[in-house]
């Protein structure tokens, strides 16, 4: 990764040859919105084009914006929780990107502002990624299409890193028994996030009257990447799911279906859910009837 310095403005020769080496590249942006400037105009695009490229920018500000560069308060990057949670509710609009110098521990202040964010970041449920895995997710986000189908339903096109998909609360649910490479959902504030194992899906959703009794398994949600979603002809399904932490995973199952997982993961009953954890990050599980 390039990280644009200074003021993140470069030239489009440069972002050009960022691209031609192979480089992702990020900065400027960011969204600088607080309780003390309520406004969606504090939110930056994703990025912007230079010449035939996309510079990406910063999901969220860094300690700058919040201490006057560098002026003071010192303990001002603390406020960076507020874009976090006006970013998130009631519509979510940006991720959370945990963005600063190394200078911020220079003033005793500004180290613990650092922590006091870290601690409130860490309490939340996060799918962590890399910054290039971002980068690459906004690249493959302006390319993604969204279609139609004369049959009832939708195709959903997109690269390898973009994987999730939204449509309203209010849209019929998904009837994952008919989609193509839908694997579950989960409904946060006005959103349904759709969970995608491939680079071309297929939508369809429960017709009016249809039962909406779970018929094949659902991923709810999970802190980590499914690189494996495999319907065996027993009708078991084999999962593989990697991230960059501990596996959290949480699965809603048809009636009289079980979780088998590999050594070391831990499985419990989470009201009317099954919840799968690891000590590592990578993590081998089987669905299927008990």
Same mark, same amino acid.
């Given at each position: 990764?390039?990280?644009?310095?200074?003021?993140?403005?470069?030239?489009?020769?440069?972002?050009?040859?960022?691209?031609?080496?192979?480089?992702?590249?990020?900065?400027?942006?960011?969204?600088?919105?607080?309780?003390?400037?309520?406004?969606?105009?504090?939110?930056?695009?994703?990025?912007?084009?230079?010449?035939?490229?996309?510079?990406?920018?910063?999901?969220?500000?860094?300690?700058?914006?919040?201490?006057?560069?560098?002026?003071?308060?010192?303990?001002?990057?603390?406020?960076?929780?507020?874009?976090?949670?006006?970013?998130?509710?009631?519509?979510?609009?940006?991720?959370?990107?945990?963005?600063?110098?190394?200078?911020?521990?220079?003033?005793?202040?500004?180290?613990?502002?650092?922590?006091?964010?870290?601690?409130?970041?860490?309490?939340?449920?996060?799918?962590?990624?890399?910054? *290039?895995?971002?980068? $690459?997710?906004?690249?493959?986000?302006?390319?993604?299409? @969204?279609? %139609?189908?004369? /049959?009832? &339903?939708?195709?959903?096109?997109?690269?390898?890193?973009?994987?999730?998909?939204?449509?309203?609360?209010?849209?019929?649910?998904?009837?994952?028994?008919?989609?193509?490479?839908?694997?579950?959902?989960?409904? *946060?504030?006005?959103? $349904?996030?759709?969970?995608?194992?491939?680079?071309?899906? @297929?939508? %369809?959703?429960? /017709?009016? &009257?249809?039962?909406?009794?779970?018929?094949?398994?659902?991923?709810?949600?999970?802190?980590?990447?499914?690189?494996?979603?495999?319907?065996?002809?027993?009708?078991?399904?084999?999962?593989?799911?990697?991230? *960059?932490?501990?596996?959290?995973?949480?699965?809603?199952?048809?009636?009289?279906?079980?979780?088998?997982?590999?050594k070391g993961a831990k499985v419990e009953q989470a009201a009317a859910a099954v919840r799968v954890s690891s000590s590592g990050a990578t993590v081998d599980l089987t669905l299927k009837r008990a």
């Amino acid at each position: 990764m390039i990280l644009w310095p200074g003021d993140c403005n470069p030239p489009d020769e440069a972002v050009a040859m960022a691209y031609e080496t192979g480089l992702g590249n990020i900065n400027g942006g960011g969204a600088p919105i607080s309780k003390t400037r309520p406004t969606l105009s504090d939110v930056w695009p994703m990025g912007i084009p230079k010449g035939k490229y996309f510079q990406v920018y910063a999901a969220q500000s860094n300690e700058e914006v919040f201490t006057h560069n560098w002026q003071g308060p010192y303990f001002g990057f603390e406020r960076v929780v507020e874009s976090y949670q006006m970013t998130d509710s009631p519509r979510r609009i940006k991720p959370i990107d945990l963005y600063y110098h190394p200078y911020i521990v220079t003033k005793a202040a500004g180290a613990k502002s650092l922590h006091t964010v870290y601690q409130w970041v860490l309490k939340q449920p996060l799918h962590a990624i890399y910054g *290039h895995q971002y980068f $690459r997710s906004v690249n493959d986000w302006r390319q993604a299409t @969204v279609a %139609r189908l004369l /049959a009832g &339903g939708w195709r959903l096109r997109s690269g390898a890193e973009m994987r999730q998909w939204t449509q309203p609360v209010t849209a019929a649910t998904p009837a994952l028994a008919n989609c193509q490479n839908i694997v579950g959902w989960n409904e *946060h504030e006005q959103q $349904r996030y759709l969970h995608a194992t491939a680079g071309q899906a @297929v939508l %369809r959703s429960q /017709a009016a &009257g249809q039962s909406l009794a779970a018929t094949v398994p659902r991923l709810i949600e999970a802190n980590a990447d499914v690189t494996r979603w495999a319907v065996q002809n027993d009708r078991s399904v084999q999962i593989s799911l990697q991230g *960059h932490l501990p596996v959290e995973a949480l699965f809603q199952l048809p009636s009289g279906w079980s979780v088998q997982a590999a050594k070391g993961a831990k499985v419990e009953q989470a009201a009317a859910a099954v919840r799968v954890s690891s000590s590592g990050a990578t993590v081998d599980l089987t669905l299927k009837r008990a």
